[in-house]
């Protein structure tokens, strides 16, 4: 297929080189040039690399697309992904499929299903998850909004989806995007107690190799999976988690879900217990000094390469 896609931030980048290098001819804008011309440079000795192209802007972008055209956007959400989709809509016409990948608030992408529908404009909210590692291991992909764009797409989310992910459409306006942020949500708890238990390892009388519990508790226990795999990595590359302050950013998804299960009448005390943690944490240096706070900051950096604070030597 041939698409328009926004954004290469850090999984912008790695999803347009899955793209181009599954047969895909793929045209980028972003905001800050200098990216596109690194991701250029990475691409020049590829075989793949006549699959690219760029737009000097979002109007440019729209017009080097052939009807129907496929335009994705991949930026933060809230006013950056705002911004940009208001001004695609300038220029999109009926038929034509836009979508929003980043992490967008499930009532948002409701409301902006709803406004282009009144265009004649297909719009589908992706909830795209597995971190920077799923460029490799494949993404899995959360989809919700007119479900014949969905359709339509499909060969885009295949190709995303190689080896091991997946996509399913879950249904009109904010599903996928509302999924995805209870699976953030969910994420927070697997984390916290990631952290938790490991920290009480950690002051074990028993000197305990940490690694070596890790790898232990990979190879099939309960506990395995995608998180202790990063739980392993993580230690690793610093065994006492010495070398970073454990202060844990939140990227919105967690409160939302908190927000919601609260509107429901759903308890969520696990994953609000985990938010309010990450909270204290930038306040509190009994709570960012802990392992537990360590833990998790070390985590959200090896999936999703979000960014930790080293100590200083």
């Known amino acids: 297929m041939k698409l328009g896609f926004i954004g290469l931030g850090k999984m912008g980048n790695r999803m347009v080189a899955k793209l181009v290098g599954e047969g895909h001819e793929v045209i980028v804008w972003n905001r800050s040039p200098d990216k596109i011309s690194n991701f250029k440079f990475q691409i020049s000795n590829l075989p793949y690399n006549k699959n690219f192209d760029e737009a000097k802007e979002v109007k440019d972008l729209v017009s080097k697309l052939?009807?129907?055209?496929?335009?994705?956007?991949m930026l933060p959400a809230g006013e950056a992904?705002?911004?940009?989709?208001?001004?695609?809509?300038?220029?999109v016409d009926q038929g034509d499929i836009v979508i929003d990948g980043g992490n967008s608030k499930y009532s948002d992408t409701q409301r902006r299903y709803e406004s282009f529908k009144n265009k004649g404009i297909k719009f589908l909210g992706i909830g795209v998850s597995g971190g920077i590692i799923a460029a490799k291991e494949g993404y899995p992909l959360m989809v919700g909004g007119n479900r014949e764009a969905y359709l339509g797409v499909k060969p885009l989310l295949d190709s995303l989806a190689k080896p091991n992910g997946g996509h399913d459409y879950f249904g009109e306006g904010g599903a996928g995007h509302f999924v995805k942020m209870v699976h953030n949500g969910i994420e927070y708890g697997i984390m916290q107690s990631i952290g938790e238990g490991f920290g009480i390892l950690e002051k074990s009388p028993y000197n305990l190799d940490l690694v070596k519990v890790a790898r232990l508790y990979q190879k099939g226990t309960l506990v395995s999976g995608f998180m202790m795999e990063r739980t392993v990595e993580s230690l690793e590359a610093d065994?006492?988690?010495?070398?970073?302050?454990?202060?844990?950013?939140?990227?919105?998804?967690?409160?939302?879900?908190?927000?919601?299960?609260?509107?429901?009448g759903v308890p969520v005390e696990i994953i609000e217990?985990?938010?309010?943690?990450?909270?204290?944490?930038?306040?509190?240096?009994?709570?960012?000094?802990?392992?537990?706070?360590?833990?998790?900051?070390?985590?959200?950096?090896?999936?999703?390469?979000?960014?930790?604070?080293?100590k200083s030597s």
Do not use: C
């Open 66 to 73: 052939e009807k129907p055209r496929v335009i994705w956007s």
């Open 81 to 91: 992904t705002e911004e940009i989709l208001t001004e695609v809509g300038k220029y």
């Open 239 to 264: 065994p006492k988690l010495e070398k970073l302050e454990g202060e844990i950013g939140a990227s919105g998804e967690g409160l939302w879900t908190v927000e919601e299960g609260k509107k429901l």
């Open 273 to 310: 217990a985990s938010l309010d943690f990450r909270t204290r944490s930038q306040q509190d240096k009994k709570i960012s000094s802990s392992f537990a706070a360590r833990m998790v900051a070390a985590l959200r950096n090896a999936f999703g390469g979000h960014e930790i604070k080293k």
